[in-house]
């Protein structure tokens, strides 16, 4: 994948990330937050957990409470922010606008995470590989850019028995931080996920999904992805067949509305490499005032 700068530095300024969680590592829409630190003004005790830095220790605390405990400092940070994106032969069809998905979803990470980056925040990808999820490190910079969109690239299509749900689960079971979460998947991706799991993620988190919409399954040039094969004219221009896909998008919609709501998450849809900056600002935008659901246009 080439990765096209001059794209990227003239919609970085369009963009900025907000998140409703006042908390560690986590910024508000300004780019101001509290931030854990060394050598800054002290904050307070906590219990140490595997990754925090033994400089921070206080043995003095810790021989009086009788446990390790280590000091937390306050400074001005960046959101650490996780890309979770999804994989697989699904993510190999085209959008109902004629883009393949495939190249949709590196373009969107991409321009989320130089975004990020360019702001000063670490960011980490993780996707399912395998029978686990593939969770890389939380740095920034152009290198850490370009190994992450290789490394997705490389692995996208690939089938994993790990589902998007474990790799959500994976996630924040073994990384000790507030997060702001993006999940890049599609229809099908957001149907697996437990609303259980999601309203105990956004607890803690913030987590922002996009949704790559599918290509229509009537209408001309209709390729199947399962039999890999076109689909026969006489389905894909059925009139009753494409009022009865409608219905079922539209019932989609209002299901995933439903939950978005319920677990405070806020949900966009693309289609195309155009759409990614405006409905990207627009998503942030509504998150930001506590507008959560499923913004997209009626089908």
């Known amino acids: 994948m080439k990765i096209d700068y001059e794209y990227l530095s003239r919609i970085r300024r369009a963009v900025a990330l907000y998140t409703n969680k006042k908390t560690s590592n986590i910024l508000d829409g300004d780019f101001h937050s509290i931030h854990r630190g060394r050598s800054m003004e002290f904050d307070d005790l906590k219990e140490y957990n595997f990754g925090d ?23 001005d940070r960046r959101h650490n922010v996780m890309f979770i994106c999804d994989c697989g032969d699904k993510m190999l069809g085209d959008t109902d606008k004629g883009q393949p998905k495939k190249e949709l979803a590196l373009m969107l990470f991409g321009t989320l995470a130089y975004i990020t980056g360019r702001n000063g925040a670490d960011y980490a990808l993780a996707y399912p590989k395998g029978d686990k999820a593939n969770i890389s490190m939380f740095r920034s910079g152009p290198e850490h850019l370009e190994k992450l969109l290789y490394d997705y690239e490389q692995h996208l299509p690939d089938d994993a028995s790990c589902s998007l749900g474990n790799v959500l689960d994976q996630v924040v079971g073994s990384i000790n931080k507030r997060m702001i979460i993006f999940l890049v998947t599609d229809s099908a991706g957001i149907e697996s996920l437990d609303p259980k799991m999601l309203r105990a993620i956004t607890k803690t988190h913030d987590l922002l999904i996009f949704n790559i919409e599918d290509a229509w399954l009537t209408g001309d040039h209709v390729y199947d992805t399962v039999i890999r094969r076109y689909e026969r004219l006489f389905l894909s221009h059925h009139r009753e067949l494409h009022e009865e896909e409608r219905r079922q998008r539209r019932a989609m919609i209002e299901s995933f509305n439903e939950m978005c709501k319920q677990c405070k998450i806020s949900m966009t849809s693309v289609s195309a490499e155009s759409e990614i900056i405006d409905k990207t600002i627009d998503l942030l935008e509504r998150y930001k005032h506590g507008y959560y659901g499923y913004f997209t246009s009626s089908v």
């Open 53 to 75: 830095d033994v400089h921070d220790i206080d043995w003095k605390s810790s021989s009086r409470m009788g446990s390790i405990v280590v000091r937390r400092y306050m400074t």
